[in-house]
């Protein structure tokens, strides 16, 4: 059976009452996260869509299901993982995250890395692998996606050592069919 960190559920606790940013108006359910909370693999993506602000979930609509597909691929599950979003809440229209957004959101995202320290993040698209590539020290890494979806990044840090892995978001296969592939590949690499 799976811990829970009740550091976790602390923040969950928050982000259900959190109204640091606008779009705390026009939310159904925040994303906070899911999975496992000794994970050595956490996703991030960028934000909610309109599925998982309907149902709290992340990659609940048919992102998700090609997310379930290349975690298949690589023999994982959901609950081997910690899947997460740089906003807990859904811009409207998926437009793309605000700048007083992000500074509003990301101390629960950083909190949450801070708590499971992965081995591994997994960043879901561009504007998530860019933020995430920044925190971690690799800006001068980041490029765009053509070149850099796949590659790992190691940092080390005093208490630890993290790969950063960039990959294409999951619903460019659904747009797409021939992406599946690639993004299969680069499932592979998160397990190196
Ligand atoms: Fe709070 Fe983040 Fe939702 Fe904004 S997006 S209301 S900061 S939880």
New binding site residues.
Partial sequence: MQQINPQLRIIRDE?LG????S??KS?TY?VIGQGNHQADIVLVAEAPGANENRSGRPFYGQAGKVLDELLESVNLKREDIYITNI???RPPGNRNPKLE?IQ??TP?LLRQLKIIQPRIVGCLGSFASHFIMEQYSLSDCCAGMNQIHGKSFEVKRPDCTVRIVPLYHPAVASYNPNMIEILKNDFLSLME
């Avoid at 959190?18 to 940013?21: F, N, P, R």
């Fill in positions: 982000v959190c109204t640091k940013c779009l705390y939310r925040p906003l807990k809440c957004e509003a959101c629960f």
